[in-house]
């Protein structure tokens, strides 16, 4: 399974069984029934707490687990609990008294329902049915004594893959938001141009103004973090340049990352005559001679 169909069939899986609820056992009862590990490990996950959490997951993993950002361990426990805020877990017995979870959040309560525990040796499997009939099945395997999370359906669940793939993520949805931003400056000088018969001499002069005071000076047409020329994480550059035809005035914009692999990878370029171009430059700044950008699909 590649990088990008990584995540979507995790959340998948993980949506499917972590609305499971609260426990009534403690940690130590994960040394002897997968069944209580799997509840606690989920109890856990419903009460957003990331540091219980991660004591029923694998060695490598949680240690993977607790180096993320918090943003994101909270994100990766949704995906179990499937409450966007801490909720409360309850805990009931079914037929059989098997345990059934619920986690109780102000939006909704999600119920899971354990079956009976397959075990084999060090690794121990355990179907997970949802009150609307699906059904999911967790792995378990025992390591250093205990009951720890390994599998969700045919996924291996893998913290350190899943972080790469969280920050490659990122970096992409930065580079967009960077891109959707130069577009947007360059139709806040057009409008500039328009308004006032002239370019402005720097990004400051579209900041914002006090009220009923808008002016050549102070136009209003961008935020003053951009007017100051830097947003999310990207550098902006404006200049005044020739245009395509004899005698024009025209500008020129670049986008470039502050902490190159980390606000983002790519540089952007909008050249005299409008058109974008992109490139990875290792935080340099990007030129007309790199590749084309295509424009945004009209809606």
């Given at each position: ?55 029923y997951l694998t060695a490598d993993n949680a240690a993977a687990f607790r180096k993320l950002p918090q943003e994101q361990q ?53 179907p997970v049915s949802v009150v609307d009939g699906q059904q999911a099945q967790f792995g378990l395997v025992r390591e250093n ?47 500039y141009r328009r308004a006032y018969s002239a370019l402005p001499d720097s990004l400051a002069q579209l900041g914002p103004a ?90």
């Open positions: 399974m590649n990088c990008r169909s990584y995540l979507p069939a995790m959340a998948t899986a993980l949506l499917l069984a972590l609305l499971l609820p609260p426990s009534a056992f403690s940690q130590g009862d994960s040394g002897t029934s997968p069944s209580a590990a799997l509840v606690a490990a989920l109890s856990a996950a419903c009460r957003a707490n990331a540091a219980e959490f991660s004591n909270a994100a990766f426990l949704k995906r179990f609990s499937f409450a966007d805020k801490p909720a409360k877990p309850l805990l009931s017995s079914g037929p059989q008294n098997l345990p059934i979870l619920r986690c109780v959040a102000e939006e909704g309560t999600a119920e899971f329902r354990l079956g009976s525990p397959r075990v084999h040796e060090n690794l121990a499997f355990i004594g205990g009951w720890h999370l390994l599998s969700l359906g045919l996924l291996l669940i893998d913290i350190p893959e899943l972080s790469r793939q969280w920050t490659d993520d990122a970096l992409v949805a930065r580079e967009e938001t960077a891109l959707a931003t130069l577009r947007s400056l360059a139709a806040a000088i057009e409008t006090p009220k009923g005071q808008i002016s050549p000076d102070l136009a209003s047409l961008v935020d003053a973090q951009l007017a100051s020329g830097s947003k999310g994480g990207y550098q902006f550059r404006y200049r005044i340049a020739s245009g395509p035809k004899s005698g024009d005035t025209s500008f020129e914009l670049s986008a470039t990352p502050e902490d190159y692999g980390k606000s983002g990878r790519r540089s952007f370029f909008l050249d005299a005559s409008g058109k974008l171009h992109s490139a990875d430059k290792h935080g340099a700044m990007a030129t007309q001679e790199d590749p084309f950008v295509p424009p945004p699909p009209a809606l």
